[in-house]
């Protein structure tokens, strides 16, 4: 079996992540987050990959905290399990998405910037706490 193995691009080590860790599953497809306001639910989070082509500056809000952690595919079921997704922006022009807690702000909270510019992607981890969850960007 292959073991997958992590890299920390602030300290230049690379690990293994702890079995709390889970990744998006092979053959993973991406989900189309849509060129709108609409929530980024759930399911599209752990699919592991989300692609968005926006035509204008969109802020797209998360699913709740609730359903993250029930989504049983991403293995939040303990305190300090986490899950990484990727959000690729596919706009050619200036055009930014931004994550936002709008939809569950006192259960969600947001740590790092939650920008992902045209042309750009970034990767994010979401930790449960309790019945809350943190979402880091990376």
């Not at 053959?27 to 926006?54: F, K, M, Q, R, Y």
């Not at 596919?90 to 998405?97: D, L, R, S, Y």
């Not at 936002?100 to 920008?115: F, R, Y």
Request: aromatic share 6%; proline share 4%.
């Amino acid at each position: 079996n292959l073991v997958p193995l992590l890299w920390d691009r602030d300290t230049g080590l690379v690990y293994q992540p702890p079995d709390s860790y889970k990744t998006p599953g092979a053959g993973s497809t991406a989900a189309n987050l849509g060129d709108d306001t609409s929530t980024v639910e759930h399911e599209e989070i752990a699919g592991g990959i989300g692609t968005v082509t926006p035509t204008g500056n969109q802020t797209k809000p998360l699913d709740t905290a609730a359903n993250i952690i029930a989504n049983a595919d991403m293995g939040l079921n303990a305190d300090g399990n986490s899950f990484e997704f990727i959000v690729v922006n596919e706009a050619a022009a200036t055009h930014k998405v931004t994550l936002s807690n709008s939809g569950d702000s006192s259960n969600i909270t947001l740590k790092g910037d939650m920008d992902v510019n045209a042309k750009t992607s970034a990767t994010f981890r979401i930790v449960r706490d309790g019945s809350k969850i943190i979402v880091y960007r990376k």
